[in-house]
């Protein structure tokens, strides 16, 4: 027998005896069927919850009775006890006498020779009458000392400032005299000793084959056989279970 067969994992139809699962150690918690072997604790049972008509058949009252703190255990305290109440309405009288500051004196004609101080009116602006020729002050204005124009001060030099004309101005040059810009200069090597110039060209390319060649990717060594010995080859098949009924097509008599 070889290695391989040896690791295969065996068929659980080949065995006949029950499996592990089949057996069943008794429980270990609660009181029914525990394992006798081992010792039990204490159980306790919780009630359901009972019925609020329990609350209604017991009329005795709890603890909620309420003692006034008045009440001694001889009886109730004698000391007096007073209450604060609102303010009554005072009842409507016939006459109500007034009081001082329902007095005006000072409202009061004089009487009696006695003499009153001096009152004043304060009234509203009246307007400019129309017969009035007179002008106001604010009417005046005096002359203005800027220009030439004071009579009685003497006046500094004024300048005026006109506009730019085109006709006639440097903007226009009827002449067409060239200016700086339009002479060429002359180079210098025309009148001077010439120095040496030297130009510079690009980079030459160096000179390559055109043929395409492969690269070290395009061989694939591990496929040639010809001159180097061949690896061994292996193939996967399907594993067939021996319990699989075989397929019988012709049935003979």
Do not use: W
């Not at 001096?118 to 017969?131: A, Q």
């Not at 005046?140 to 030099?157: D, E, F, H, R, T």
């Amino acid at each position: 027998m070889s290695e391989a067969e040896k690791k295969r994992p065996v068929i659980a139809g080949r065995e006949k005896g029950p499996g592990p699962g089949r057996y069943a150690l008794p429980p270990t918690i609660g009181f029914i069927g525990h394992d006798f072997t081992k010792p039990t604790s204490p159980a306790y049972s919780f009630h359901g919850r009972m019925s609020n008509n329990m609350y209604c058949v017991d009329s005795s009252p709890g603890p909620q009775y309420h003692i006034d703190a008045k009440m001694t255990r001889f009886g109730r305290d004698g000391n007096p006890a007073y209450s604060m109440l609102g303010r009554m309405k005072r009842p409507k009288e016939i006459f109500q006498t007034p009081g001082p500051g329902a007095y005006s004196p000072e409202n009061a004609p004089p009487c009696n020779l006695q003499r009153r101080p001096p009152s004043y009116t304060m009234g509203s602006r009246t307007r400019y009458r129309t017969v009035d020729s007179v002008p106001a002050p604010n009417k005046y204005s005096l002359p203005s000392l800027m220009g030439p124009q004071v009579p009685n001060k003497p006046a500094g030099a004024s300048y005026t400032m006109s506009g730019l004309y085109k006709t006639g101005g440097p903007s226009e040059d009827l002449s067409k005299t060239p200016g700086p810009c339009g002479y060429n200069r002359t180079d210098p090597s025309v009148y001077l000793p010439r120095q040496p110039a030297f130009s510079m060209l690009g980079r030459h390319s160096l000179p390559r084959d055109a043929t395409k060649k492969p690269g070290p990717g395009t061989h694939n060594p591990e496929k040639v056989t010809v001159n180097k010995a061949r690896a061994p080859a292996y193939s996967l098949g399907i594993r067939h279970s021996e319990f699989v009924t075989p397929l019988v097509v012709n049935v003979a008599d």
